[in-house]
């Protein structure tokens, strides 16, 4: 195939190649360095991917064992043997428990007594927060709840509360019709993320009141909301007891606690997390002591049992964490349904103690990544289960005494786990999938007769694409004008670029960013009847119609 080249058609093509840079990356011109006053002054490319995927990882990593090794001494040191004599801790990756600490002893006032492990029991506090809203996902995924916005006089008839804040804080809106049409509802997602609005303990009530859940609504009905819902991140335990008990009368036909241990607790085989402090359980706990080394009474809650009343072991806790990070063996939900559980909701303001909240989380950003977590404080005991899901990295600390005021435990321990495993992701070797067969793929294919592209096969069956033509620029270093495919599925791959590269980068006076087009498909079309692939499409770069040619084109100016 000979193709020409006339001084119009270069002007044409040099328009066009511009555009086709900003839909195939591997088309750009390196920065270079710029003279300014005689002082040359280099561009620092911020390079990606910025978040590098999580993939298996070869153990021993030494950066790893060394971040685990600082956080085996934080909380070694934070024993207290007055205010905090128990700690056990749990970290998990993906699909495996990476280490886990226990520290002190389970019983202050026992000389004789051992020091706590992975099995040992600690009251959990408000992570019992955590299963209302998986109560909540998992009836909306299996199409009992139609919405997570459904308001929640869906369920409650008659549901009444006075709302001062609404319409612009004008009084005399306080029925749930008012409510519901002239302001924000109190949702089934607002009640699970702190935005309901809805005061933390019913009037006159403490966590110890045995009403029931229609007495309960009985006392809201000349209470206020305290902030109009959706609008204001503000704690409530009322949220969490009213949605647990209200799913599991009106749409589950259950009790709370028994549809958590079928749905959950059984699933998952968390054989020591539960709600009943029977004394076979008070035989495995640790004891929980106030800041005096006093022993804290192990007291039941009453109505508001959803909102703190469980208990768990460390073990137990790295089970729901994988499951929430969607690498345990026995799926809860669906990914899709995870994906939106660990989405932040709503930026919280200034006073809240939290950047963002979620479903049931508190999320700050540490190193960049969303840090997803619930903290819980009980009487003698306080816990924080963590997340980091871009990393699929998972911590636990469960606290038989008080949280210590000086320091933030969890951030702390983050502070080492994060750059360590995002650098262990960054430096493992990507091993890419072949295709089964890859001749239907390769040869020549071009973009309108103006880009031209090579597609081979390397040395491991894996298909390497590349640039070539007249106007390839041979400033641009091999790497960044080759690119590999990573075979997913039917005719269907991925583009993988040699990490590290630019996140972005000016051509001319465009700024592509190059780390939105990593990761991009390729579909490639139906095989003909010679048993070959006619061309692609790349939808995630807009682009369609890259096509075969017959052979490798050659060019004359």
């Known amino acids: 195939m000979k193709v020409k080249w006339n001084t119009l058609g270069m002007v044409v093509f040099f328009l066009l190649s511009v555009v086709m840079t900003c839909f195939f990356i591997w088309q750009y011109r390196m920065p270079k360095l710029k003279t300014e006053m005689l002082t040359k002054k280099s561009i620092v490319e911020e390079l990606c991917p910025r978040f590098p995927e999580p993939v298996p990882l070869e153990h021993p990593i030494t950066s790893l064992r060394v971040a685990l090794e600082k956080a085996d001494v934080l909380l070694r040191s934070s024993i207290h043997t007055t205010k905090l004599p128990a700690i056990s801790a749990i970290v998990v990756l ?251 909701v709503i930026r919280c303001h200034s006073g809240y103690f939290a950047n963002s909240t979620g479903t049931p989380w508190e999320i700050n950003e540490q190193f960049g990544y969303d840090v997803v977590r619930k903290d819980g404080d009980l009487d003698g005991f306080a816990a924080t289960f963590s997340l980091v899901p871009r990393l699929q990295l998972g911590l636990v600390i469960l606290m038989a005494g008080v949280r210590p005021a000086d320091r933030d435990l969890v951030s702390q321990t983050y502070s080492y786990l994060i750059p360590a495993v995002e650098n262990a992701f960054r430096n493992a070797r990507r091993i890419l999938r072949p295709p089964p067969d890859p001749a239907p793929y390769i040869g020549f294919f071009t973009y309108r007769n103006m880009t031209f592209y090579e597609i081979k096969v390397d040395s491991d069956g894996v298909l390497v694409m590349q640039q070539f033509g007249p106007q390839v620029d041979t400033n641009v270093p091999s790497k960044y004008r080759t690119i590999r495919l990573d075979y997913l599925e039917d005719r269907v791959f991925r583009v993988v670029f040699e990490s590290p590269y630019p996140c972005k980068l000016k051509v001319n006076s465009a700024l592509v960013s190059l780390e939105a087009q990593d990761r991009q498909l390729f579909n490639f079309y139906l095989f003909t009847k010679k048993g070959v692939s006619p061309g692609f499409d790349s939808p995630g770069l807009n682009t369609y119609r890259v096509m075969r040619v017959a052979g490798r084109p050659y060019f004359t100016s």
């Not at 073990?315 to 349904?337: C, E, F, I, N, V």
């Open 94 to 344: 993906n699909d495996s428990v990476l280490w886990n600490g226990n520290f002190g002893k389970k019983n202050l006032s026992d000389p004789s007594s051992s020091a706590p492990n992975e099995y040992t029991v600690y009251r959990i506090a408000s992570l019992s927060k955590i299963f209302p809203t998986l109560m909540l996902y998992k009836l909306w995924e299996d199409d009992l709840v139609d919405s997570l916005d459904d308001p929640l006089e869906k369920y409650v008839e008659n549901f009444t509360i006075k709302n001062p804040l609404g319409n612009g804080g004008r009084p005399g809106y306080s029925s749930s019709k008012m409510l519901s049409s002239l302001s924000p509802a109190i949702t089934l997602r607002r009640m699970a993320s702190q935005l309901s609005g809805l005061p933390r303990r019913l009037r006159s009530t403490n966590l110890l009141w045995s009403g029931d859940t229609q007495a309960a609504l009985n006392l809201l009905q000349d209470d206020v909301l305290v902030a109009d819902p959706g609008t204001k991140c503000h704690y409530s335990n009322v949220a969490f007891s009213l949605l647990a008990n209200v799913l599991a009368q009106k749409v589950t036909g259950s009790d709370f606690e028994t549809w958590v241990s079928d749905n959950i607790l059984k699933r998952l085989n968390m054989e020591d997390t539960g709600f009943n402090l029977t004394p076979a359980i008070q035989k495995q706990m640790a004891v929980g002591v106030y800041s005096d080394g006093q022993p804290a009474p192990l007291y039941n809650l009453g109505w508001y049992r959803p909102a703190g009343q469980m208990y768990s072991t460390a073990a137990d806790m790295a089970k729901l964490m994988m499951a929430l990070l969607g690498s345990y063996g026995r799926p809860l939900l669906r990914q899709d349904t995870l994906n939106t559980m660990l989405t932040p």
